[in-house]
């Protein structure tokens, strides 16, 4: 397996671009980038964001979609078989797992898939697409470690370059609805695969709206995809903030951005009318859509995917 790069956010990582650079304070770690921000014609309301159920219907072009000229519509779900080819630590818990797949395999950026491995047979796992789909059939995810967990322990601690995967999919209605209205996105963890799947697909069809980043990890050395988010965030046509918060980094220490616990920074970086989507672990979904819904964010525009295991499953008699 690769060892994890460096920790390292670059001390410039706040970039301007263009003249109209935001005002305000910028923070090293908070990252800016304002160019002209394109409309989009179509503006369709959020669907409710935690149905896992597949919805049957076409597929459309996701730039059509994004601009609201079409539905947003779900690819049928199917079971593909693949190998792995990348296993790469990024953290001392989260592991990039490549996987080149037999056949192209359409998803909506944001969405999951089930997926198993031949050397756990009949155990599968559900995992957020990290990346856009690429045009080589090649997908991504992000594995943290869950302690005792047997699925994310073996991807984690053991060499599975090579192995037999399956993956069944897609499903799930996390997926960047159409809209002009900013964007906060908010991901803890593991949480950043979907999210940063949506910002670069967005990216690929023009899509121009503020965006706002709050992405929660405990310690500085739990920061990962940095160089994904920055160059992301370059290329992107309206303001793009980045705000890193730690909560378990220790006092005293050189981080010089924010710290403690993700939600508690949501309140002071909404802007007026945003849509907010949120992925991550249960506990920080829920307290942040608290606190959302307490700062008069409608439902319908708030879109939240739980990363939920065995363990938060409630047991039935
Ligand atoms: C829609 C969705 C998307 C997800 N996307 C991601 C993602 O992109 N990245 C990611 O890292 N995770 C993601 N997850 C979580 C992931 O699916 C797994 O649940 C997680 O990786 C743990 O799997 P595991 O096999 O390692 O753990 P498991 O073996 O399933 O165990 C998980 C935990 O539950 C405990 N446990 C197991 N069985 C029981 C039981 N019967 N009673 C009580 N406790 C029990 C274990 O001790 C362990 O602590 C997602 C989950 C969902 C629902």
Known sequence: MNPPPPSPLPVDFAVRRGADAVNGKVGAFELFLLAQAQSHDGLEHAIDRESRQQRPGHTHGAADQLRGKTHPAQAAKRRVEGRVIGQDRLTSDIVRLRVQLDESFPYKAGQFANIGIASQPGVSRSYSFATAVQPDAQVSFFVRKVPDGQFSSLINDANVLGQAMSIEGPMGDFWLRPAEAPLLLIAGGSGLAPVLAMLQDALNNGVGRPVTLLFGARREGDLYALDAIQAIARQWPAAFRF?????????????????????????????????????????????????????GVPREHIHADRFTTQQDVPVTA
């Open 243 to 295: 705000v890193p918060v730690l909560s378990q980094e220790p006092e005293g220490s050189a981080w010089p951005g924010l710290r403690g616990l993700v939600t508690d920074q949501l309140a002071a970086h909404l802007q007026d009318g945003a849509h907010a989507y949120l992925c991550g672990p249960p506990a920080m979904i829920d307290s942040a859509v608290n606190v959302l819904r307490d700062h």
